[in-house]
């Protein structure tokens, strides 16, 4: 712990809303600092409820948890203030005064290019807004009337929170395979969303991160266009339960088994230190709602054991059901 960033490691949709919300709940998370934008929905079963969020960080099932949105970020104020009603955390969420917003104009643009039509973008306008912020004409947090209640020094809160031992974590958005650097390009999005990059948004130097944790799914999702190996037929994906519905935009998610390759490369450039593996009911149904290690079939153990040994990495937890406590934690 004190300070861990979780990042996807495929093309998002991996599970990090729930890896997150477990650990906040299990291990009394501090702070949450959630960067990125509004095209990632967060998915956390929570008390019988499915919230998929867009901009409050998935810690918010702690209670205790402060919870703020890094410079980094693209703020939809929309979206901002009906999460905050939604989940009640208004007493305790902050935004960063210099995280930029993004605008119906830049949804807009999304929706009107054909270009970004064509490489399945999530209509958000995300791309759109970090252009203009690049040309240094964004609207900033600090500036807007509605967010005034809101507003932090993110650097300095989560760095303070480091500094005196508190436990913290840094939640990514998408996968590594959807960074505009490291990604399948041009079918990407429109920021880097490596472990790194997680830092740099949040305002925390390399130096001050313990752990980095890649969270995979037991097979491989993406929506929108690009490569995606290994992919199967829809009805196949049917057929295997792997068919998925994306929980921001409703669209239908393409799949693809486990790939090591894709997966060594998301180790390596995140410099994970820990994975999650969730879904593993999805392989193996006997696993669903499992939570003790020695309770999981031979196969699913083989399958758990396989990936360390390919990735070289501990996986630390994993994933048995939706609810947020339907994981085993493998953790000392
Ligand atoms: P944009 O991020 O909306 O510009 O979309 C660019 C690409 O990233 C498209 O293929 C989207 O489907 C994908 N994408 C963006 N956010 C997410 C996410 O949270 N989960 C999965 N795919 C995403
Ligand atoms: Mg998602």
Same mark, same amino acid.
């Given at each position: 712990?004190? =300070?861990? $960033?979780?990042?996807?490691?495929?093309?998002? +949709?991996?599970?990090?809303?729930?890896?997150?919300?477990?650990?906040?709940?299990?291990?009394?998370? +501090? $702070? =949450? !600092?959630? $960067?990125?934008?509004? &095209?990632?929905?967060?998915?956390?079963?929570?008390?019988? %409820? *499915?919230?998929?969020?867009h901009m409050v960080p998935s810690c918010f099932v702690y209670e205790k948890c402060r919870l703020l949105i890094g410079a980094g970020a693209n703020v939809h104020i929309a979206k901002f203030l009906e999460e905050v009603e939604l989940t009640s955390v208004k007493n305790r969420i902050g935004v960063d005064r210099q995280a930029s917003v993004i605008e119906e104009k830049h949804a807009e643009q999304d929706r009107t290019s054909a270009h970004l039509r064509g490489l399945g973008t999530t209509g958000w306008g995300v791309g759109p807004a970090i252009e203009e912020r690049v040309r240094r004409t964004a609207k900033l947090a600090k500036d807007v009337p509605e967010l005034q209640p809101y507003l932090a020094d993110v650097a300095l809160e989560v760095n303070n929170a480091i500094d005196s031992g508190k436990k913290v974590i840094l939640e990514g958005t998408?996968?590594?395979?959807?960074?505009?650097?490291?990604?399948?390009?041009?079918? $990407?999005?429109?920021? +880097?969303?490596?472990?790194?990059?997680? =830092?740099?948004? #949040?305002?925390?130097?390399?130096?001050?991160?313990?752990? !980095?944790?890649v969270v995979f %799914?037991?097979?491989?999702? *993406? !929506?929108? #266009?690009?490569?995606?190996?290994?992919?199967?037929?829809?009805?196949? #994906? !049917?057929? *295997?339960?792997?068919?998925?519905?994306?929980?921001?935009?409703?669209?239908?998610?393409?799949?693809?088994?486990? &790939?090591?390759e894709v997966a060594k490369r998301a180790v390596m450039v995140n410099g994970a230190t820990q994975l999650a593996l969730t879904k593993l009911d999805a392989l193996y149904p006997e696993c669903k709602g499992v939570r003790r290690y020695d309770d999981l079939p031979k196969g699913a153990k083989g399958f758990v054991e396989e990936i360390e040994r390919q990735l070289g990495v501990p996986v630390v937890l994993i994933g048995t059901g939706p609810d947020v406590l339907d994981v085993i934690d493998r953790r000392k």
């Open positions: 712990m004190p =300070c861990t $960033v979780v990042v996807g490691g495929f093309w998002g +949709d991996e599970g990090k809303g729930k890896i997150v919300s477990y650990m906040a709940l299990k291990d009394k998370v +501090d $702070v =949450c !600092v959630r $960067v990125g934008s509004v &095209n990632a929905a967060h998915t956390v079963w929570f008390e019988g %409820k *499915r919230y998929a969020l998408q996968g590594l395979m959807l960074s505009l650097f490291h990604g399948t390009y041009p079918y $990407v999005t429109g920021r +880097d969303t490596s472990a790194s990059a997680v =830092c740099s948004e #949040a305002g925390v130097g390399p130096t001050k991160v313990d752990e !980095v944790l %799914k037991s097979f491989m999702t *993406r !929506v929108g #266009a690009g490569p995606l190996p290994g992919e199967i037929p829809k009805e196949e #994906a !049917v057929k *295997r339960g792997w068919f998925e519905v994306a929980a921001g935009t409703g669209r239908e998610r393409r799949s693809a088994p486990f &790939n090591f």
